[in-house]
């Protein structure tokens, strides 16, 4: 004998997918049920329909339609729905969508996802479509006929540059090289840039981005670039060099490195404090493996040239000694007291 259903049975069943049911006495398995799917549509459906597995026709696209649903539905993602008449799920109904493209879908293709064919670059564009597109950011499209995406499609910018790309560039927001900086230039187009700061372009022939730019600076410096360091900023190193010198460098301290030595300064007592030290780098911390030793002033006065104020270290220690000054003083003046045994 078969299961006894009962409406409350019937009931939890729908609510198990959270289906309103509405229908409150339970007959048989041919009945129609009245309910209302979690998506809000309401309509019916028999017990064994159910338990084979149906479920809301609106949300599957299996239902007869209204021109009245169907606009609803389309005004929830901001389409607007121009047809006036619904016949069949396979009828194309016209539209104009949320970006203000025209253009048709079937309430089938609707109901599976698809949407605006332009947004998602899946329709056979026009060229009278494309120089709309063009025309909305003031670029002048020069071809006359479009066939396929990867098509080259020549235009003027609005700052007048004149060059070309496909529609697949286009349509994911790729626009001028010129004005971004990375078309293939020419070596007339480097020509007329270099002349702009006064350089003289000597190279003939433009290469690639990495090839080099021989030139003549403002200076007379004669030197060479590639339009990747031209284009990060890079100009003429000669003058870089002069106009890092002196008061125009970072570290300058107001010329006091051009203080005169005390008189007994020379290659004599320099070889002295060298051999004194075991021609070393007398700092125990050294890294370096340059071991070009100089004699370095530990107190930073160049006219105190009293073997307790001198040191032997490496080029390298003594470029850092010149940073943290104090530190590096009394750091010194503690080794050579421990060497030595000098008192300050």
Wanted: glycine share 6%; net charge positive; charged share 30%.
């Amino acid at each position: 004998m078969g299961r006894k259903w009962t409406i409350e049975i019937v009931k939890e069943n729908f609510e198990a997918e959270e289906y309103d049911l509405l229908t409150t006495e339970y007959i048989n398995n041919h009945q129609k049920l009245n309910y209302i799917c979690p998506n809000g549509h309401r309509h019916s459906i028999t017990w064994m329909k159910w338990r084979i597995g149906r479920r809301c026709p609106y949300c599957y696209g299996n239902v007869k339609q209204t021109i009245e649903f169907i606009r609803s539905e389309f005004e929830k993602e901001g389409y607007k729905l121009i047809t006036t008449e619904y016949i069949n799920n396979k009828q194309k109904l016209e539209y104009v969508c949320p970006e203000g493209h025209r253009h048709t879908i079937s309430w089938d293709s609707w109901s599976r996802g698809r949407r605006c064919q332009y947004c998602a670059n899946t329709v056979k564009l026009t060229v009278e479509f494309i120089r709309e597109e063009f025309k909305k950011e003031g670029y002048i499209l020069l071809t006359n006929t479009y066939e396929a995406n990867y098509q080259k499609l020549y235009f003027i910018c609005p700052k007048g540059h004149k060059h070309f790309m496909d529609w697949k560039s286009w349509s994911i927001g790729i626009r001028c090289p010129y004005c971004a900086g990375n078309a293939k230039l020419d070596i007339k187009s480097i020509k007329k840039i270099f002349e702009k700061e006064k350089y003289v372009l000597l190279t003939t022939k433009y290469i690639n981005s990495e090839s080099k730019l021989e030139y003549i600076c403002p200076e007379g410096h004669r030197h060479n670039i590639s339009w990747n360091n031209w284009n990060a900023g890079h100009r003429c190193p000669e003058c870089a060099k002069l106009n890092n010198r002196g008061c125009n460098h970072s570290n300058w301290k107001g010329g006091i490195s051009k203080e005169p030595y005390c008189q007994d300064w020379g290659k004599d007592l320099k070889e002295f404090v060298k051999e004194r030290d075991g021609y070393k780098c007398m700092n125990p911390d050294c890294w370096c493996k340059d071991k070009t030793l100089s004699v370095h002033h530990i107190n930073y006065n160049k006219k105190s040239c009293g073997l307790e104020n001198l040191i032997t270290i490496c080029r390298s220690c003594n470029g850092r000694a010149n940073k943290d000054r104090e530190w590096h003083e009394a750091w010194y003046k503690a080794i050579l007291y421990r060497r030595y045994r000098y008192i300050y």
